[in-house]
C-alpha cells in the first residue's frame, strides 16, 4: 500500500463528457503529480503540484486541467472527453520535487 | 521525442538466473534515475535510484549501474525469483529545475520458474 488514494477506480463516461478525478496524497507528502498511460505507453507526465501552487506542467492537454487543494489532495479535471483520452490515469506523490515518487492504483477511464 | 528509451519490450529469465533491463537517454541534462516495477492493476513502485555522481547503486537483489558516456542505464537483478514477473519502467529527471520525469515505456520481465 503506497499510500495514495485514488478515487474512481474506473470511470465509464460518453464523448464530450467531463469528468474529475480526485487523489489523496501519502500522508506528509506536499508534491502531487498526475500522468496518463496510454495502452502501451509509457507514463506521460501531465502536472505537477506542490503544496497548493503549481510547479511544473508536461503534455497536458488545453482540455485538462488540475488543482491542489488546503488539505493537500489533488483533483484532475477533464472535460470535452474525446475517445483518444481512454487511458490509465496515475496519481503520485514525494514528500518534495526531486524525491522517489509513490503511486496510487490509478483510475482507468473508458470513453464510450 | 521520446528521451528516454527502454528497448526491449519484453524479456523472459530462468529463475535464480540474472535479468539485466535496460535503458538509454538522450538528454544530457538528466542528473537523477529512478527504477520502477508495477504489477497488473497495481500503480508503479519504486524500486532502486541512482545519482549522476554516482555509477552503481545497490539494494539487496537490485542494483543499478549508470555509464553517462553512454547515456546508459541498466538495473541487475540477481538472483531472479518468479514474484519479479512485472513491468519495469526507468524515469529520469533534472533535480534543477522543474524536476519533470521522464518515464520509458516499460520492459516486461518474465521469470520462468
Known amino acids: 500500500d503506497s499510500g495514495v488514494t485514488q478515487t474512481p477506480k474506473h470511470l465509464i463516461t460518453a464523448t464530450g463528457q467531463r469528468v474529475t478525478l480526485r487523489c489523496s496524497p501519502r500522508s506528509g507528502d506536499l508534491s502531487v503529480y498526475w500522468y496518463q498511460q496510454s495502452l502501451d505507453q509509457g507514463l506521460q507526465f501531465l502536472i505537477q503540484y506542490y503544496n497548493g501552487e503549481e510547479r511544473a506542467k508536461g503534455n497536458i492537454l488545453e482540455r485538462f486541467s488540475a488543482q491542489q487543494f488546503p488539505d493537500l489532495h489533488s483533483e484532475l479535471n477533464l472535460s470535452s472527453l474525446e475517445l483518444g483520452d481512454s487511458a490509465l490515469y496515475f496519481c503520485?506523490?514525494?514528500?518534495?520535487?526531486?524525491?522517489?515518487?509513490?503511486f496510487g492504483d490509478g483510475t482507468r477511464l473508458s470513453i464510450l | 521525442d521520446q528521451q528516454v528509451k527502454q528497448n526491449s519490450p519484453s524479456l523472459s529469465v530462468q529463475e535464480g538466473r540474472i535479468s539485466i533491463l535496460n535503458c538509454d537517454y538522450t538528454?544530457?541534462?538528466?542528473?537523477?534515475f529512478l527504477w520502477y516495477k508495477k504489477y497488473p492493476a497495481e500503480g508503479p513502485t519504486f524500486l532502486i535510484s541512482i545519482s549522476s555522481i554516482k555509477d552503481k547503486n545497490e539494494d539487496g537483489r537490485f542494483t543499478v549501474f549508470l555509464n553517462k558516456s553512454a547515456k546508459h542505464l541498466s538495473l541487475h537483478i540477481v538472483p531472479s525469483q518468479p514474484g519479479d514477473s512485472a513491468v519495469y519502467f526507468c524515469a529520469a529527471c533534472t533535480t534543477s529545475g522543474t524536476y519533470k520525469y521522464i518515464f520509458g515505456t516499460g520492459t516486461r520481465l518474465k521469470v520462468l520458474a
Open positions: 503520485a506523490s514525494s514528500v518534495q520535487s526531486g524525491q522517489p515518487q509513490h
Open positions: 538528454n544530457s541534462m538528466f542528473d537523477y
